[in-house]
């Protein structure tokens, strides 16, 4: 998909903020206490998405995840596709008080290339 200049520049700005999670360390770090956090759409959550991840989409993120996710030092790896919405999120998370909010590098379809 071909972004705007202008989107492009704010989801680098925000992977330059948060660190990202390589997709093979998400299984164990969800294990561990984790939160794998599905931040696209709900047709594209309905239609696959990682098992046992909480859905908030992008557009309700901050009126929601207080009432999901009240620990702000939990462990959230925000998810979209590929990198740049779960980077937005993850960096909102931060702002929001989310010590260890972090994106899954690559997204769902790097963490599905994997298996």
Same mark, same amino acid.
């Given at each position: 998909?071909?972004?705007?200049?202008?989107?492009? +520049? %704010?989801?680098?700005? !925000?992977?330059? +903020?948060?660190?990202?999670? =390589?997709?093979?360390?998400?299984?164990?770090?969800?294990?561990?206490?984790?939160?794998?956090?599905?931040?696209?759409?709900? =047709? =594209?959550?309905? !239609?696959?998405?990682?098992?046992?991840?909480? +859905?908030?989409?992008?557009?309700? %993120?901050?009126?929601?995840? =207080?009432? %999901?996710?009240?620990?702000? #030092?939990?462990?959230?790896?925000?998810?979209?596709?590929?990198? #740049?919405?779960?980077?937005?999120?993850? #960096?909102?998370?931060?702002?929001?008080?989310?010590? #260890?909010?972090?994106?899954?590098?690559?997204? %769902?379809?790097?963490?599905? !290339?994997?298996?």
């Amino acid at each position: 998909m071909a972004y705007t200049e202008k989107f492009q +520049h %704010l989801a680098d700005i !925000a992977m330059s +903020h948060v660190a990202g999670v =390589e997709p093979a360390q998400v299984n164990a770090l969800v294990a561990q206490g984790a939160v794998a956090l599905d931040i696209r759409d709900k =047709e =594209e959550h309905d !239609a696959d998405h990682i098992a046992g991840s909480l +859905h908030v989409s992008r557009g309700k %993120l901050e009126m929601n995840i =207080e009432g %999901l996710i009240p620990d702000l #030092n939990t462990m959230v790896l925000c998810y979209c596709n590929a990198n #740049n919405r779960g980077a937005l999120s993850a #960096n909102t998370l931060r702002h929001m008080g989310y010590a #260890n909010a972090r994106y899954i590098a690559g997204g %769902l379809k790097a963490y599905r !290339a994997m298996a």
